[in-house]
């Protein structure tokens, strides 16, 4: 992945509501995969990457088995463990850090849902933490 290595852990990740998309890239067989894709952090700071009907596909299949992994924010590239978030309220943190990034950060792809918009069973999340 292409960029700038950050050099220090990050514990506030509240810049990347500033970015329309993030590219994460995780480790999936031989060779990297990369995909772009939501991310938001809550009020607190934490990050967290969204994605929809998210059972099976290859990149979060693979994040499942290895969750070292490299994210991209406007140019710099940050190391981190991905972890899938299970718990409900958890989950409700970053749909909401979602549904409020998106309310200021939106395109025709990836439009702002209405700001009460419940949070879809089929919607995975995972928490993202400097390593």
């Known amino acids: 992945m292409l960029g700038t ?3 220090e ?20 067989g031989l060779l ?8 938001m952090a809550t009020f607190t700071g934490e990050l967290y ?9 290859r990149w979060s299949s693979a994040a499942l088995d290895d969750s ?4 991209r924010l406007d140019g710099t590239v940050y190391p981190v463990t991905a972890t899938r978030v299970t718990d409900s309220d958890e ?7 979602r549904v409020q990034k998106l309310q200021h ?3 025709p792809i990836n439009s ?3 700001p009460d918009a419940p949070r879809p069973d089929h919607w995975w999340s995972f928490r993202l933490e400097s390593r």
């Open 68 to 71: 070292r992994a490299r994210i």
């Open 91 to 97: 989950l409700d943190r970053a749909w909401a850090a």
């Open 112 to 114: 702002a849902p209405p």
């Open 49 to 57: 990457l969204s994605c929809s009907l998210c059972d099976g596909k």
């Open 105 to 107: 950060v939106s395109s």
């Open 32 to 39: 990297p995969h990369s995909i772009n894709l939501n991310c």
């Open 5 to 7: 290595e950050a050099e």
């Open 9 to 28: 852990p990050i514990s506030d990740w509240s810049f990347a509501n500033n970015v329309e998309l993030c590219q994460i890239q995780i480790n999936a």
